[in-house]
T-cell receptor
Framework: SQTIHQWPATLVQPVGSPLSLECTVE??????LYWYRQAAGRGLQLLFY??????ISSEVPQNLSASRPQDRQFILSSKKLLLSDSGFYLC?????????????FGEGSWLTVV | RKEVEQDPGPFNVPEGATVAFNCTYS??????FFWYRQDCRKEPKLLMS???SGNEDGRFTAQLNRASQYISLLIRDSKLSDSATYLCAVNIFGADGLTFGKGTHLIIQP
């Protein structure tokens, strides 16, 4: 069966510090991968998605970036965090087979920028 | 106009009652629809996919109304454990990923 894991689960970072969140999917090949953010009082916002190694599409311009160095690995990064980057970050995957395919989420990473 | 809209609630419902809430979407090209459940400080988990003919899973029934561009979720015989935030999600043909509503907060009271 397919599984998705992301880490770290929680982190507190000072403004201006770098960020790296990692996500790994097991049990499937060539998944579509996503990074969403859920800020307080706001809905799930799609940040990045990837349909293959090295292929990244950005939905929202900001100081975050994403990379996909391996088929099953998706990384969210920042060189300098802002207070507004605080939120619940969720990695997700789908098989990419058609429009009815369901998105499944990892456990999420709580980021607090102080 | 927001793409996917939900009444944020909270809906306070006594245990055993039936509760229903809707989700409207603005893009008529939307092709697939889902309901997710999200517990406090947890990731969203798929509750149901919503098909054009409507579908039922135990106490949960989902309906799609394309003419009026909304989907609905009905929960019968509500349990305390149904307390959560319910997110609707829409996939627009040609776009990638799902667009989510902000969720409806449901509280089942004993």
């Amino acid at each position: 069966s397919q599984t998705i894991h992301q880490w770290p689960a929680t982190l507190v970072q000072p403004v201006g510090s770098p960020l790296s969140l990692e996500c790994t999917v097991e049990g499937t090949s060539n998944p579509n991968l996503y990074w969403y953010r859920q800020a307080a009082g706001r809905g799930l916002q799609l940040l990045f998605y990837s349909v293959g190694i090295g292929q990244i599409s950005s939905e929202v311009p900001q100081n975050l970036s994403a990379s996909r160095p391996q088929d099953r690995q998706f990384i969210l990064s920042s060189k300098k965090l802002l207070l507004s980057d605080s939120g619940f970050y969720l990695c997700a995957w789908t098989s990419g087979q058609g429009i009815r395919n369901t998105i499944y989420f990892g456990e999420g990473s709580w980021l607090t920028v102080v | 106009r927001k793409e996917v809209e939900q009444d944020p609630g909270p809906f306070n419902v006594p245990e055993g009652a039936t509760v229903a809430f809707n989700c409207t979407y603005s893009n008529s090209a939307s092709q697939s629809f889902f309901w997710y459940r999200q517990d406090c400080r947890k990731e969203p988990k798929l509750l149901m996919s919503v098909y054009s003919s409507g579908n039922e899973d135990g106490r949960f029934t989902a309906q799609l109304n394309r003419a009026s561009q909304y989907i609905s979720l009905l929960i019968r015989d509500s349990k305390l454990s149904d307390s959560a935030t319910y997110l609707c999600a829409v996939n627009i043909f040609g776009a990638d990923g799902l667009t989510f509503g902000k969720g409806t907060h449901l509280i089942i009271q004993p």
